[in-house]
């Protein structure tokens, strides 16, 4: 069980995953001690392994997404998957869970795998490995600047300041970019 709650992602792309009873996924995505990237990865495995047979798991969808801790979902996120997952959408008193903030009094720890560099005038996003994951060009307002400050807000990241756009704020979204 701890192994599998340390390696959840990798756990996850197993058939046997799929195969496991809801009670025992249960037991699994509402253990504290459960390690994920972001809690996006929650929602997207209950909704897996619904899907592996919708017929018969789609009663247990509900329960399952009790245990998602939405005040750590991105909104944005959230309301793309309400308009373009009928599924998704279609779980029973869904909004009223969504809108619950109250839910999880400690949610759970988000595990941070991603790091990010300005340097000059380029962005670059490293892995916890400090492997390059990817790199982009600053927003040209930004470029030759000095002076930036970069802060973070939930999941986003807010760039402002620097000479020539010091009343310029930018927002990277990490679940969108």
């Not at 390696?7 to 995505?29: G, H, Q, R, S, W």
């Not at 997207?44 to 998602?68: D, G, P, S, T």
């Not at 595990?111 to 962005?123: A, K, P, R, S, T």
Request: glycine share 6%.
């Amino acid at each position: 069980r701890d192994i599998a709650l340390k390696d959840f992602e990798e756990v996850c792309k197993t058939e046997e995953f799929l195969e496991l009873p809801a009670n025992f996924l249960k037991m699994y995505i509402s253990d504290h001690g459960l390690r994920v990237e972001k809690e996006e990865q929650v929602l997207e495995v209950i909704m897996l392994w619904a899907r592996h047979n919708l017929e018969e798991r789609e009663r247990h969808v509900e329960e399952l997404m009790e245990c998602v801790c939405f005040s750590n979902v991105n909104q944005n996120y959230l309301a793309n998957l309400m308009e373009t997952d009928k599924v998704f959408a279609g779980v029973s008193g869904i909004k009223e869970l969504i809108k619950d903030q109250s839910r999880h009094a400690k949610p759970r720890q988000i595990q941070q795998q991603e790091i990010l560099f300005l340097i000059q005038n380029y962005m670059y996003r490293l892995d916890f490995h400090f492997n390059c994951v990817d790199t982009s060009d600053l927003p040209q307002s930004l470029q030759g600047s000095k002076g930036i400050a970069v802060c973070v807000i939930n999941t986003d990241v807010i760039v402002t300041g620097g000479t020539g756009s010091g009343s310029q704020a930018l927002r990277y979204n990490s679940s969108l970019n």
